[in-house]
């Protein structure tokens, strides 16, 4: 568990703002900035001691032991820095990925790549064949997500609890994008939409629309509550007890995932979300990735190749710069 300073504590709000960006983009996981800013671990840890040890801890021996017991400075900056994030950056993303997306796309494929390394670094035995094998395992897992095939979903509260509680599991996993997992299950653009409307309705003092996105974000939040609480305990003992396994399949699970951040796509299939309102979108549903020559050639588009290389070799050594300079967390 770690000390926090001043220094510190603007350092670990920093990261929680790259994972609340990482988490709204589909493709992208905010697990995946935890690991390679060295706080994963501990944010494990510090999920699975929010247990019965600490209403213990609190009935005997008060607030202050309780909230150290659950690094609770901890979780308030990070939590602060990701939710920072993900409301003032949610619909610039989306913007992005409509208006510059293969720019965007090439960032976060570059991201990805140098992360593969990043977190490859930390298997201490990579001569093992049980090694090489669990990360074939989480390349192949991560892969078949990729390919899997977007749903319509529904806007029903329990259905969004639901999604909550999957969601939170792949936004932890490392290469495994918690925003694709509800792409795939119909939800994205209602949370992302809903993040937005409860944003506005602030502004505007829209007290019934406020109150519909609100109760909508607390289901969604409640599902991710629960999800998370539940899992963090399993991945905690998966790393205590098979450290190198586990980092490998997370090296595997990244691996996968450039599958889906390619930047050069044909769209094959679309689905309609919310046809007949003024909410209506048009969004890719099926989609393959072609050379950009290729993609210049169906869509008569400009493949923006340079750009897009300029931004993943950015997108790598940013990854790398945080690497190089973030501390790791002491125990």
């Known amino acids: 568990m770690s000390k926090l300073n001043i220094k510190s504590g603007v350092l670990l709000y920093a990261k929680g703002l ?56 901890f979780f308030v900056i990070l939590l602060g820095g990701i939710f920072t994030s993900i409301a003032s950056l949610a619909h610039l993303i989306q913007y992005l990925l409509q208006f510059q997306a293969i720019p965007t796309w090439g960032f976060f494929f570059g991201l990805i790549v140098a992360s593969v390394f990043i977190v490859g670094k930390q298997i201490k035995n990579k001569n093992k064949i049980g090694v090489w094998l669990a990360i074939a395992i989480g390349t192949f897992i991560a892969y078949y997500i990729t390919l899997a095939t977007p749903s319509q979903g529904t806007d029903h509260l329990l259905y969004i609890f639901l999604c909550g509680g999957v969601a939170i599991i792949a936004m932890i996993l490392p290469g495994i994008s918690g925003s694709f997992i509800l792409l795939l299950m119909g939800a994205y653009l209602t949370v992302m939409e809903n993040i937005s409307l409860f944003i506005e309705s602030i502004k505007r003092m829209d007290t019934s629309t406020l109150l519909v996105s609100a109760t909508l974000l607390s ?42 951040v390619w930047p050069w796509k044909e769209t094959l299939e679309t689905i309609t979300k919310y046809a ?9 549903v099926v989609e393959r990735n072609v050379l950009p020559e290729t993609f210049s050639q169906i869509t008569g588009e400009p493949s923006q190749l340079l750009l897009a290389i300029a931004l993943c070799l950015f997108g790598a050594a940013l990854v790398l710069v945080l690497e190089r300079f973030s501390p790791k967390t002491e125990e």
């Open 18 to 73: 790259a994972m609340g960006a990482a988490d709204v983009v589909p493709g992208v996981s905010g697990g995946t900035i935890a690991f390679i800013t060295g706080i994963y671990e501990e944010l494990l840890g510090s999920i699975a001691n929010i247990n019965m040890e600490a209403l213990k801890i609190l009935k005997s021996k008060g607030i202050s032991a309780c909230w150290r017991h659950i690094n609770g400075n």
């Open 219 to 260: 289901v969604f939040a409640l599902g991710c509550i629960i999800g998370l609480l539940s899992f963090s305990r399993v991945l905690k003992w998966m790393f205590a007890k098979y450290h190198d396994l586990t980092v490998a399949v997370l090296v595997g699970f990244l691996v996968g995932s450039l599958n889906k």
């Open 276 to 284: 007949g309102t003024p909410k209506e979108k048009i969004v890719p």
